[in-house]
């Protein structure tokens, strides 16, 4: 089974910058994508960057330009630069990773627990 922990989470002022990370650790056998979602309350999760294990990214409209996602894949950690910040960025964020599962014989979804980020105006 394998576990995600993020961290760097908290309150930044708009315009500022924030560095969030998550490391995947239990039994990994094969991480392909990682990717950042939000979640602000009462809306539905929405994804924000991801990047394949062959370093192809994709981002939220709202944050290209802004955010910048990479990933150590040896270390297993994915990081989610956010610069410029803005009070609509504020959410839980919370990472993805697509995980092969020998018990399932495929990958499967793991979700860390989220860390909260506020921007303040």
């Known amino acids: 089974q394998v576990q995600l922990v993020e961290s760097g989470g908290g309150l930044v002022q708009a315009g500022g910058s924030l560095l969030l990370s998550c490391t995947a650790s239990g039994k990994i056998i094969k991480i392909n994508a990682m990717a950042w979602y939000r979640q602000v309350r009462g809306k539905q999760r929405e994804m924000v960057a991801e990047?394949?294990?062959?370093?192809?990214?994709n981002y939220a409209e709202s944050v290209k330009g802004r955010f910048t996602i990479s990933r150590d894949n040896g270390a297993n950690t994915v990081w989610l630069r956010m610069n410029d910040a803005k009070p609509e960025d504020t959410g839980v964020y919370f990472c993805?990773?697509?995980?092969?599962?020998?018990?399932?014989?495929?990958?499967?979804?793991?979700w860390g627990q989220g860390t909260l980020v506020t921007v303040s105006s």
């Open positions: 993805h990773a697509n995980s092969y599962s020998d018990y399932d014989f495929r990958f499967v979804e793991v």
């Open positions: 990047m394949t294990d062959f370093g192809d990214t």
